[in-house]
């Protein structure tokens, strides 16, 4: 027996769901759906569909970021910078007491201060304020010598020689021995290393005896001579030279860079710290040392000494930095040395000229 033909709705095509096939809802809609079609191929996630039905590429699909991985807790912000106190100053003045002379700082008053490396650099600022206190003892002896002792060519000359051994003892002699280290080192050698290796032994040569007499005779004889012409120019001259020639040497630490022994050195703390904020505060310390050279001997005396105290500085940086190629603790106790004799020579040498 024939099996009964499946009749074929119009409309459809071959191989279509048929209504005998499809639900009765689904052969109702057949002549409106028109021709069936073959399911598509899922979209792709590259994929998209165009305005005329084509499949184009598409966007890349959309990737969520991994998180960031930390190492560990986030570190702390930074501090706000403290405001400096009068406490702070008053501290580093009192460490550069500690460091640049033998007036002892102990006890209680030394925990008070306190030390580290930046606070030393700090207290380089207040270099010349060390030459008022040591400029202020030497007026002071001079002064008791000249109204205690009688009267007589010979007392200025006293008077000049204890006020300066009174500078030697409050200081250990640390400008002189920076200063006769530095002649022996470079009159021993022309050689740069071999010039830094004598100037860190400890024993005194030829050239540095040398150069200590006639520093130290030059200072006193012209400290007398000051006093033979006027008390007040030797006292006023003394203490100005004290508070200049520890200013100057400042201008070498920040135009020359330090080229001793970085581990043994006590100047290294002082190389990399001083600025323009440094040497304003050490200029505004010096002032108050120029003002009695400027009431009793007059400006041209002041500006005589200062251009000579200045020249010899400026003779120390080029010589300095010629045969060295930068400083030394050693050679800024010369540089002080120098400029100190120059302020006395050229104080006396206006005084002498009635300038």
Not at 20 to 34: H, I, K, N, T, V
Not at 156 to 174: D, I, N, R, S
């Amino acid at each position: 027996m024939r099996p009964p033909r499946k009749t074929r709705i119009k409309g459809t095509q071959p191989g279509a769901p048929t209504p005998s096939d499809a639900g009765p809802f689904e052969a109702m809609l057949a002549p409106l759906l028109g021709p069936a079609t073959a399911p598509k191929a899922p979209l792709q996630p590259t994929e998209a569909v165009a305005p005329d039905g084509s499949i184009v590429p598409g966007p890349a699909p959309f990737t969520a970021p991994l998180p960031l991985s930390i190492p560990g807790p986030l570190p702390p912000p930074p501090e706000p910078p403290r405001l400096r106190t009068p406490a702070d100053t008053l501290r580093e003045v009192l460490l550069a007491v500690q460091f640049f002379t033998r007036i002892p700082i102990t006890g209680r008053l030394a925990d008070w201060v306190g030390f580290s490396p930046a606070m030393l650099r700090a207290s380089a600022a207040h270099f010349p304020a060390i030459g008022l206190m040591i400029g202020g003892l030497a007026a002071l002896v001079q002064l008791g010598i000249m109204l205690g002792m009688p009267a007589g060519p010979m007392r200025p000359l006293l008077a000049a020689v204890l006020g300066t051994l009174a500078t030697v003892w409050a200081t250990g002699a640390f400008h002189e021995d920076g200063m006769a280290d530095t002649a022996d080192g470079l009159g021993g050698s022309m050689d740069r290393d071999r010039a830094l290796e004598i100037m860190k032994d400890s024993r005194v040569g030829t050239y540095g005896s040398i150069a200590l007499w006639l520093t130290l005779a030059t200072k006193v004889v012209t400290l007398a001579m000051l006093g033979a012409e006027s008390l007040g120019a030797m006292l006023a001259a003394g203490l100005a030279a004290h508070g200049v020639s520890r200013l100057l040497p400042l201008g070498l630490v920040a135009s020359m860079r330090h080229v001793g022994d970085t581990a043994t050195s006590k100047a290294k703390p002082l190389a990399d710290a001083i600025g323009m904020e440094g040497l304003v505060i050490a200029a505004l310390w010096t002032l108050p040392a120029l003002l009695p050279l400027s009431s009793l001997a007059g400006s041209t005396v002041l500006a005589a000494a200062l251009l000579a105290a200045f020249l010899a500085a400026y003779a120390a940086w080029r010589l300095f930095r010629r045969r060295l190629g930068g400083f030394t603790g050693d050679s800024l106790g010369a540089a002080q040395q120098g400029s100190e004799v120059a302020f006395l020579l050229g104080a006396a040498f206006a005084i002498g000229q009635g300038l």
